[in-house]
């Protein structure tokens, strides 16, 4: 028997868990030449880790302030998922819920509820600020006596 016929390739493989999910492309995305030195490869995950740090910490920074919270926080896991594989199973298991909300929002009978409950809310809204206004009445700024 050739030595060389039982050698496998893992090259392009899918690993199976024993869940039976796929790990294809999980692990590090950095260049092979980098890959192939433990001191370069460390501080590469380590400048991954800093850059994707920084843009996770200013998405929760823009959560409560006007800009794109969410998005960037997502961005910066992206970053970190370049690298790490936790990140990358953070992300395929966010992807796989939005897929899985936007397949429920697009159900006729939840977008029927949605609706009802959004048209329910703004005539309440609506009653409110109707009472609010009849009774203190609308005082511009520029027109306020003392």
């Not at 395929?92 to 977008?111: F, G, I, N, S, Y």
Request: net charge positive.
């Amino acid at each position: 028997m050739n030595t060389g016929s039982d050698e496998r390739s893992e090259v392009g493989t899918v690993m199976e868990t024993p869940a039976g999910r796929d790990e294809q492309g999980l692990g590090s995305k950095a260049p092979h030449f980098i890959k192939k030195r433990r001191a370069l490869h460390v501080s590469w995950q380590v400048g991954v880790f800093v850059v994707g740090l920084a843009v996770v910490i200013a998405g929760i920074i823009m959560l409560p302030l006007p800009g794109p919270g969410w998005v960037v926080i997502f961005c910066g896991m992206a970053i970190w998922a370049t690298e790490f594989v936790w990140a990358q199973l953070v992300l395929r298991w966010t992807k796989r819920k939005v897929k899985e909300a936007a397949q429920r929002a697009l159900d006729p009978r939840v977008r029927r509820r949605n609706i009802i409950l959004t048209t329910v809310g703004l005539v309440i809204i609506g009653v409110l600020l109707g009472i609010y206004i009849w009774k203190f009445g609308i005082v511009m700024p520029w027109k306020i006596t003392e």
